[in-house]
């Protein structure tokens, strides 16, 4: 495997993290099979760390099987940690599958079913017990599967009671037990359910604010989903910023009105993707750069190892776009102007200040000039 030695190599100094999952995508959709092989966790880390990636995240059942022996987790759990430590690699954070399996078609915390519920809840302790053991410290918890097709079925009162009862639980275990964790809440509007709870970032934030302990949970915006509900992810993550709310990140990329396509970071939107790491750097998030996202169903093995290194090599390229921006004197020239007007103590004319032009244009424009390599 060859790798450009430039600027844009990426360093573990990054952070850049990737799931199992996304890297393990076998290419499967609604209306085909998998075009590639399974991936080995321990394949991946080695790669991974090749490439330039801090660490990887899973899920508890992308590296514990369903139903795995005590003596089957001792032995997998010892292969992953000695992988890990051979290639420098972390594992910042883990998250539970709550969605696959027939079991969870209803819902998890949600469910209809109060064993369900109970084991739901016990499944995500088991997961955050996996994380400490791993060393992560944070704990996404999406909520896939929570959500109705069928509206007389479930109010949705009920079903927010038994969500919060549920995280509650979790931190609870989290203390308990002295972990250093904290859980970050991931929204999506739909798909797989036609609706799902908890639709989008701000929602997640309300529902914090109701929790026992909401010092301990965050959200974990994820571009996609923001896109899926028609919102701009640059906004969702600064109100997730500004609420000091923002405990983890998913970068990946979407197309507006399709399904979750979990898109190549700024493979679609490029200006958009801009502004979302303009955020993230200028923001302070110390967290690590996630990406949620897979390789197109048209790639062998190799083509998984172009999408993973394009994706670090994006980010670090509209970083230096970020520093130019800041430095670009054209472009602060009208910002500075827009801010002494922010500031102005000037009495109110209404003919005055209706006439003002704001030179939005000619900043977009030099935006997109800068993005484009002409400045």
Do not use: C
Request: net charge negative.
């Amino acid at each position: 495997m060859t790798i450009p030695s430039d600027k844009f190599q990426p360093t573990k100094a990054d952070r850049f993290t990737f799931g199992l999952w996304t890297v393990g995508n076998q290419g499967r959709d609604p209306f085909g099979d998998a075009v590639r092989a399974p991936l080995s966790p321990l394949v991946t880390v080695e790669q991974l760390s090749k490439l330039g990636a801090y660490g990887v995240t899973l899920h508890d059942n992308d590296l514990i099987p369903l139903g795995a022996s005590a003596s089957e987790r001792e032995n997998i759990l010892r292969d992953f940690k000695k992988s890990l430590a051979d290639h420098d690699m972390h594992v910042p954070m883990v998250t539970v599958n709550l969605f696959y399996h027939p079991v969870f078609k209803d819902g998890a915390f949600t469910s209809s079913m109060a064993p369900i519920r109970r084991h739901a809840v016990d499944k995500a302790k088991a997961a955050i017990d996996l994380g400490q053991e791993l060393g992560a410290h944070t704990f996404v918890l999406w909520g896939g599967r929570e959500g109705s097709e069928v509206d007389a079925a479930r109010d949705p009162r009920d079903a927010m009671k038994h969500y919060r009862d549920g995280v509650n639980q979790l931190t609870e275990h989290i203390l308990a037990n002295g972990y250093h964790m904290r859980i970050a809440m991931e929204a999506k509007p739909n798909e797989p359910r036609s609706d799902i709870y908890l639709a989008t970032t701000g929602a997640m934030l309300a529902f914090i604010a109701t929790l026992d302990h909401p010092e301990m949970v965050g959200v974990n915006p994820e571009i996609a989903h923001e896109k899926m509900a028609g919102l701009n992810p640059y906004h969702s993550i600064g109100q997730a910023l500004e609420a000091g709310k923002l405990f983890h990140i998913d970068l990946n990329d979407q197309k507006p009105g399709r399904y979750d396509q979990d898109l190549r970071f700024a493979s679609d939107d490029l200006k958009g993707a801009f502004y979302v790491v303009k955020m993230l750097e200028d923001g302070g998030y110390q967290g690590p750069r996630h990406f949620d996202a897979h390789a197109y169903r048209t790639e062998d093995a190799q083509g998984v190892w172009d999408f993973a290194r394009g994706s670090m090599r994006t980010y670090l390229i509209l970083k230096d776009k970020v520093r130019k921006f800041a430095s670009d004197a054209e472009i602060q020239g009208i910002l500075s102007e827009l801010a002494q007007w922010s500031a102005s103590e000037e009495p109110f004319d209404r003919e005055r200040w209706g006439a003002v032009g704001y030179q939005y244009e000619k900043l977009d424009q030099l935006v997109v000039e800068l993005l484009l390599g002409a400045r």
